[in-house]
């Protein structure tokens, strides 16, 4: 050991500020599976449907990821917190920005456009994660964060907004212009 890493603080996470973090994107990330069910109901039977179901299977599974790093980190998702977005995951369900499943629609546009906030949320939440320095340790002295998977779920969530923008943009055109 070198005398600088000696005098090093060990730092560890604060489950105070961190774990009601998470939990709160816990919440908008079972929101968001429902939205991108509601987007991948919209999006049936168009080009863009393929695109739509490895969207929502993508969003899924990171949820899935999302709530094993939480309980990895020590802690359970608050219970109120988890009711709440059952709530909103039954509202999104009903898909309120477009009801009509229409895709040359302005609510085809607001659904586009949240779904697309949706994923820039998630990457903050990754870039934030990210930022914490590296070795950091949870409150019971174990390794906190894997680099390198937050990496790859930061890279994903870039390519998922690539591909609702690319969507948005080629159907503007079909929303916006007479026919």
Known sequence: MTPDAARTPVRRLDPSTLHPYLDLHLVGATNGVRLFDAAHTSWAGTPYEEEFARLR?????????LERMIRALGHRPSLLKQTLARGLALVSAHNP???????ASAGAQLELEALLSLLKVKECMWDTLLALPAG?????GAQALDRAALEQLRTDARAQQETVAGVMTATAADRFLQR
């Open 57 to 65: 299977m993508n969003v899924r599974e990171e949820r899935s990821t």
């Open 97 to 103: 920005l477009n009801p009509r499943r229409r895709t």
């Open 136 to 140: 950091v340790l949870t409150s019971e």
